[in-house]
C-alpha cells in the first residue's frame, strides 16, 4: 500500500482568507464592478487604496493549553511530524470560512485556539488519536478543508479543555474503483480536485462540485450534507455517498455500500450531517459515473424572475430532458454577473464580443424589455452523446421560448463554466475595504419560490433600513428538484466600525434565516448547521427533533469529547 502524504504536503489556506496566497480578486479593467459598487453600497473603489494582507505577527497569538505529556503520547502514537502546535497551523485550524471566522481572524480575534493539529496517515491513527481524548478528556474537532460557512470547525469560545484538531489532509487515496458497481472507496481527506482528476484519467466523474471544490474534502462533503452545481443530474451528497467507514468511540462503524437499505433506522443518515459529533468519518464509497463525451452549458436569458422561474419549473417538469443542472440569476445578480465580467475590450474578438451583447441588449429593450434591473440569465447544462445533448438543447430552447426567453447560446455558458469556483475570492477583497459579503441559502417547494424570495429581500431592506446602512442583494435559483429548488441569497454591505460590526452582520443575517423557516423553508439547503444556523434548528426540526438529536449525541458521546456544541448546543 502506498505511504500516506507527510503533513508538510497537505493542501490548505492561506491562514486569514480563501485559498491560495499568490491568487487574489481585482477591480482592474473592471469598471462596471466599480461603479456597481458605488452605486448600491457607497464604496469608491477607484480612488480607494489597495487592502493589505493580514500579518500575523501583528497579534497576540494565546499559548497551547495542551499538556506536554499528552503531545508526548500523541507524537509517539503519530510521530513528530504530524503534530502541529506553531501559531499559524493552530490559527489556521481554528477558523472555517464563514464570514464572522473570517473578521475574526483577521482582526486577531482569537478568544480560543485549538491547542494543536494531528495528521494520522491511517484509519488507525484515528483510532488512536481517540483514545488519548477519550483518556485525557480532550476535546476533538474532525476538519476536512475547512471551507465550512456554518462554524462547524470552530472551537467553542467558553471551552476549558484542550482542543485538538484532527487534519484528514494525509488520507488521501482512492483505494478501490468497482467498475461493475460503478463505486469508489476515497478516504475522507482527498480533495476534490485531486479525485477527480483522478478519476477523469480513468473515464469516471462523480460529478459533485460545490462552491467550495477546490478546497474541500469527500469526507467533509460527507460530514456537512454538501451538495454540488450538478446535483440535478448526480444528486446531493447523500446520493452519492453509498458507504461510509467512521471511527467511533467503541469502534469503526460501517455502512454498507448497496443501493437499497432496509435495516430499520438508518446509521448511514444518522453519520451524514453529523459534523463530527459521532466520530470521524475516514472513508467515502461514493457513486461514480462514465465521464459524458459531450458536455456543453448554454445560456438563456428571461424578461424578469416570474418568467425565469416559470421557464425552470417545465424544465425540472418536463420528462424529455435531464440537465446536469439548471440556474436561474434574478436581475440583481445578473446585473452583478455583468459588471463583474464586464471589461474594457482591447482585443478584436472582444469587441466584436461586445457590439454584439450591445445590439442583443437594444433589442430586447425594444420588445419592452429591462435590460438594467429586470431580465434574469440562466444557465442549463447538458452532457451526453452528441445527438442526446443536441435533442435536449433543442427542448429546452423551446421551453424558455414558450416562457419569454430567449436564446444566448455555448459562448456565454463557457465564461461560467470557467469562472464558477472564483467568487470566494471576491468575499476576501470586500473585507480588506470594509465591505461583508456573505450567503444564505435555502430549500423551497416550487408554490412557495416566490413568496420566498420577495420575503426575504424585504426582511433585508428593512433591518439595512433600520440599521441606516447601505446593502446590495442578489438571489439565484438553482439545484431543481421533483418539488423545489434551492434559493441561494448573497447580500454585501460596508460595516460602520470593527466595534459594530458583527452586530450589523448578525441582525441582517438573523433576518434572512428567520425569514426562510417563517416561511416554512429549511434552515439551510446545504451549508451545515455548525453554530451559525443553530439559533433555528429547533423551528427546522421541531422541539421532538431536536431532543432525538440531542439524544442521539449523548448516547455515543456521554463526555462531549467530539465537537461539542455543533447542530445542537447539548
Not at 255 to 261: L, S
Not at 283 to 306: L, N
Not at 524 to 535: F, K, L, Q, W
Request: charged share 20%.
Amino acid at each position: 500500500m502506498t505511504a500516506p502524504i507527510a503533513a508538510a504536503d497537505v493542501t490548505r489556506h492561506k491562514w486569514w482568507g480563501w485559498g491560495q496566497d499568490d491568487v487574489a480578486f481585482s477591480v482592474t479593467n473592471r469598471p462596471a464592478f466599480i461603479d456597481l459598487a458605488r452605486n448600491e453600497i457607497g464604496i469608491d473603489l477607484a480612488n480607494a487604496p489597495a487592502p493589505v494582507a493580514p500579518v500575523l505577527t501583528d497579534h497576540e497569538v494565546p499559548a497551547t493549553r495542551l499538556p506536554g505529556a499528552v503531545r508526548e503520547q500523541l507524537a509517539q502514537a503519530l510521530g513528530e511530524d504530524a503534530i502541529r502546535d506553531d501559531d499559524e497551523h493552530r490559527v489556521l485550524h481554528s477558523f472555517g470560512r464563514s464570514l464572522p471566522d473570517l473578521f475574526r481572524v483577521r482582526t486577531g480575534a482569537f478568544e480560543r485556539l485549538v491547542d494543536a493539529v494531528v495528521y494520522p496517515g491511517s484509519e488507525e491513527d484515528v483510532a488512536a488519536v481517540l483514545r488519548i481524548v477519550l483518556e485525557h478528556d480532550l476535546v476533538l474537532i474532525p476538519y476536512g478543508g475547512g471551507t465550512c460557512i456554518s462554524g462547524s470547525v470552530t472551537p467553542d469560545a467558553e471551552e476549558q479543555r484542550p482542543i485538538l484538531t484532527m487534519n484528514l489532509g494525509r488520507l488521501s487515496r482512492i483505494l478501490e474503483i468497482d467498475d461493475t458497481s460503478g463505486l469508489a472507496r476515497v478516504q475522507a481527506g482527498m480533495y476534490g480536485p485531486d479525485m477527480e482528476a483522478e478519476l477523469n484519467a480513468k473515464g469516471w466523474t462523480v460529478g459533485h462540485f460545490p462552491d467550495s471544490f477546490t478546497f474541500s474534502t469527500v469526507g467533509g462533503w460527507a460530514a456537512t450534507r454538501s451538495s454540488g452545481m450538478q446535483s440535478d443530474k448526480y444528486g446531493d451528497i447523500e446520493d452519492i455517498a453509498r458507504g461510509l467507514r467512521l471511527v467511533h468511540p467503541d469502534g469503526v462503524a460501517v455502512t454498507k455500500a448497496i443501493p437499497g437499505r432496509d435495516s430499520g433506522p438508518s446509521v448511514h443518515e444518522m453519520i451524514l450531517g453529523s459534523e463530527g459529533r459521532l466520530g470521524v468519518i475516514t472513508e467515502v464509497t461514493v457513486q461514480v459515473h462514465r465521464s459524458a463525451p459531450v458536455r456543453q452549458v448554454i445560456g438563456y436569458m428571461y424578461p424578469d424572475w416570474e418568467h425565469g422561474i416559470r421557464g425552470m419549473h417545465a424544465i425540472a417538469r418536463s420528462t424529455d430532458v435531464t440537465p446536469t443542472f439548471t440556474r436561474l440569476s434574478d436581475g440583481p445578480e445578473t446585473k452583478f454577473s455583468l459588471a463583474l465580467s464586464s471589461k474594457t475590450p482591447t482585443t478584436t474578438k472582444a469587441k466584436v464580443s461586445a457590439k454584439v451583447q450591445d445590439g442583443l441588449f437594444a433589442y430586447l429593450r425594444s420588445q419592452g424589455w429591462d435590460t438594467s434591473e429586470e431580465m434574469c440569465l440562466s444557465y442549463v447544462c447538458f452532457e451526453g452523446s452528441k445527438a442526446s445533448v443536441e435533442q435536449q438543447k433543442s427542448i429546452v430552447k423551446r421551453i424558455v421560448k414558450a416562457n419569454g426567453g430567449v436564446t444566448l447560446g455555448a459562448s456565454v455558458g463557457k465564461v461560467y463554466d470557467q469562472k464558477k469556483f472564483d467568487t470566494p475570492y471576491l468575499r476576501d477583497f470586500l473585507l480588506g475595504h470594509q465591505v461583508f459579503g456573505d450567503v444564505c441559502d435555502t430549500g423551497a417547494t416550487w408554490s412557495s419560490i416566490n413568496e420566498v424570495h420577495t420575503k426575504v429581500y424585504e426582511a433585508f431592506e428593512e433591518v439595512q433600513r433600520a440599521q441606516d446602512l447601505p446593502g446590495f442583494m442578489f438571489c439565484h435559483m438553482s439545484h431543481s428538484y421533483h418539488a423545489g429548488a434551492c434559493l441561494y441569497f448573497t447580500f454585501a454591505f460596508p460595516y460602520s466600525s470593527e466595534e459594530q460590526a458583527l452586530e450589523q452582520y448578525y441582525r441582517a443575517k438573523e433576518a434572512v434565516q428567520q425569514t426562510f423557516v417563517d416561511l416554512g423553508s429549511t434552515v439551510s439547503h446545504h451549508h451545515a448547521v455548525g453554530v451559525e444556523h443553530r439559533p433555528w434548528i429547533t423551528e427546522d426540526i421541531g422541539e421532538v427533533g431536536v431532543r432525538m438529536v440531542e439524544g442521539l449525541f449523548a448516547d455515543n458521546d456521554p463526555g462531549r469529547n467530539l465537537n461539542p456544541g455543533k447542530i445542537v448546543a447539548s
